[in-house]
């Protein structure tokens, strides 16, 4: 009978790890499920002027999701979120 608990706790410690995974996974979904932001929205998002916002990009120090041929830069909210945090 004791086995048999072991093996009961055993499965549900392996779930309860499977499910935090799941929910993690679920998490960084929501947040990657935003639509991309232009550079003046970004700009708006992070309360600087687009020229800084350029300039920032320029430097590294702030992550676009796509710079096309025609210079049109997009922004995630997690990447501008994270350039915050850091700051």
Same mark, same amino acid.
């Given at each position: 009978?004791? $086995?048999?608990?072991k093996?009961i706790?055993?499965?549900?410690?392996?779930?309860?790890?499977?499910?935090?995974?799941?929910?993690?996974?679920?998490?960084?979904?929501?947040?990657? @499920? @935003?639509?991309?932001?232009?550079?003046?929205?970004?700009?708006?998002?992070?309360h600087?002027?687009?020229?800084r916002?350029?300039?920032?990009?320029?430097?590294?120090r702030?992550?676009?999701?796509?710079?096309?041929?025609?210079?049109? $830069?997009?922004?995630?909210?997690? $990447?501008?979120?994270?350039?915050?945090?850091?700051?």
């Amino acid at each position: 009978m004791n $086995h048999e608990l072991k093996l009961i706790q055993e499965k549900l410690d392996t779930l309860i790890t499977k499910l935090d995974k799941i929910q993690s996974g679920l998490s960084s979904l929501e947040i990657n @499920s @935003s639509p991309p932001l232009s550079l003046q929205e970004a700009a708006s998002y992070l309360h600087l002027s687009v020229s800084r916002v350029y300039s920032l990009v320029n430097a590294g120090r702030l992550q676009t999701l796509q710079h096309t041929k025609r210079g049109r $830069h997009l922004f995630s909210k997690e $990447h501008l979120n994270q350039y915050l945090y850091e700051k």
